[in-house]
Nanobody
Framework: QVDMVESGGGLVQAGESLRLSCTVSGESLYGHALSWFRQTPGKEREGVACIPWDESTSEYSDSVKGRFAISRDNTKRTLYLQMDDLKPEDTAMYYC????????????????????WGQGTQVTVSS
């Protein structure tokens, strides 16, 4: 069993930054890619960023590329999402998730490829 707990969300103004964290307990992170998703009411959950086990090549959605950066510290069992130049359209509940496999690949946005999910942290960006 794995528990994933997000933190760092909040209310900010457009143009500001936030850093989300996701602390993972339970099973080892060894060999598993990690991702951030987000969801707004009435919409499907959207993949934001993915980082493979070896941190070789991360993937980002087009909407956040160049503004967000995903990172991980395996010794601290923590996943991060640095969000800069936030926009009102970034307002959402943000979730971390652990993939079944070690890489991101083309399927990283598919929810069924993830075994564990956190409960989410709310990010609200005002204009």
């Amino acid at each position: 069993q794995v528990d994933m707990v997000e933190s760092g969300g909040g209310l900010v103004q457009a143009g500001e930054s936030l850093r989300l964290s996701c602390t993972v307990s339970g099973e080892s992170l060894y060999g598993h890619a990690l991702s951030w998703f987000r969801q707004t009411p009435g919409k499907e959950r959207e993949g934001v960023a993915c980082i493979p086990w070896d941190e070789s090549t991360s993937e980002y959605s087009d909407s956040v590329k160049g503004r967000f950066a995903i990172s991980r510290d395996n010794t601290k069992r923590t996943l991060y999402l640095q969000m800069d130049d936030l926009k009102p359209e970034d307002t959402a509940m943000y979730y971390c998730a652990r993939r079944w496999g070690a890489v991101c690949a083309d399927s990283w946005t598919m929810e069924y490829t993830y075994k564990y999910w956190g409960q989410g942290t709310q990010v609200t960006v005002s204009s």
